[in-house]
């Protein structure tokens, strides 16, 4: 019997965040969060969606006809049936990112996968929802991802990055908040600390200001 998903869009875009900006990929986002940060931006994907069985999730890929494939949320890892599309879309030779919000255990999640944590700031509300056991899971291949919206989230996020010595283990990104977080300040703080992580911009909505959905 096939898998079925709750699926809330599929699309092809620009990839805005992380070590791919830039690149034209496709997106599978998957509904709902078992979080509900302060800022969310994607609070329509917290409900809304429709089941589909996995075969037609990459029938539609395939129409798509892109290698870069990312799977998003919501929380993606909240659907148990997640596990097993990121393994098929890697079967399928895809280039395979999940976006994921350091809540859920990765280490279940195929090695082929490149994991984007993105571990939660003060500013989310959801500090205490971080699984920090997910480092030991992280490779090089990987991705972390800290969302800044104020001096708390970049003292916060850079402890975390001196704890757990991020830089060590794959690239790490700090994101100003939208339309929260001056772009300068953060850029400055980076300098000022000498800090060996990226800075984040995101492309999608540079282009895009005023899209709320996947475009
Ligand atoms: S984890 Fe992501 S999708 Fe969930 S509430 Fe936070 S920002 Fe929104």
Not at 159 to 165: K, M, Y
Request: hydrophobic share 40%; with cysteine; net charge negative.
């Amino acid at each position: 019997m096939s898998t079925t998903l709750i699926v809330n869009e599929i699309f092809r875009s620009v990839q805005g965040e992380g070590t791919r900006a830039g690149s034209i990929c496709a997106f599978v986002r998957l509904t709902g969060c078992n979080l509900r940060c302060n800022w969310c931006d994607t609070r329509y994907a917290w409900d809304d969606g429709r089941p589909m069985e996995i075969a037609d999730v990459l029938a539609r890929l395939a129409e798509l006809h892109c290698p870069l494939v990312e799977v998003t949320g919501g929380e993606p890892l909240l659907q148990s049936g997640a596990t097993e599309l990121l393994e098929r879309l890697c079967d399928e030779n895809y280039e395979v990112l999940l976006e994921t919000n350091g809540s859920y255990n990765i280490s279940s999640v195929d090695s082929r996968v490149v994991r984007i944590v993105d571990f939660k700031c003060p500013s989310s509300g959801h500090v205490s929802a971080n699984k920090w056991i997910n480092v030991e899971y992280l490779t090089g291949r990987d991705e972390v991802k800290f969302v800044i919206a104020d001096r708390d989230d970049f003292d916060f996020a850079v402890e975390a990055l001196r704890e757990h010595d991020l830089s060590g283990i794959c690239t790490v990104i700090f994101s100003p908040l939208w339309n929260a977080m001056d772009t300068a300040v953060l850029a400055g703080w980076l300098i000022e600390e000498g800090l060996d992580v990226r800075l984040g911009l995101q492309l999608h909505k540079i282009i895009w200001p005023d899209e709320e959905r996947g475009v």
